[in-house]
């Protein structure tokens, strides 16, 4: 199930963050993420997608919590589905 959650994070900080540290900027949803699947045992980066250009991120992490392993992605766009359809289109393009 797919839930979307505004952060309110700001675009300068979260393109840092992305781009430098990325589990610096899980850390700061780590609770809203926490309050959704329990506890956070563990999480790791899995792949990034930047495009600066046009101010579209994604940053996806596997996430092991008390549902299991779970996919955690941040997203920042205008558009979500396009930029999400660019994110897997270069995903399947690097495999």
């Known amino acids: ?7 309110g994070i700001p675009i300068d900080r979260f393109l840092e963050l992305a781009e430098s540290r990325p589990l610096e ?5 780590k609770r809203v993420v926490e309050g959704e699947v329990g506890q956070v045992k563990d999480v790791r980066v899995y792949r990034k997608y930047l495009d600066p250009r046009n101010l579209n991120i994604v940053v996806e992490y596997f996430v092991k919590c008390s ?5 955690v ?12 359809e660019r994110y897997y289109e270069a995903e ?3 495999t």
């Open 1 to 7: 199930m797919d839930k979307l959650v505004p952060l």
């Open 25 to 29: 900027l899980f850390r700061l949803v």
């Open 67 to 71: 549902l299991g392993e779970i996919s």
């Open 73 to 84: 992605k941040l997203v920042y766009s205008d558009d979500l589905a396009k930029t999400l």
């Open 92 to 94: 399947k393009s690097s």
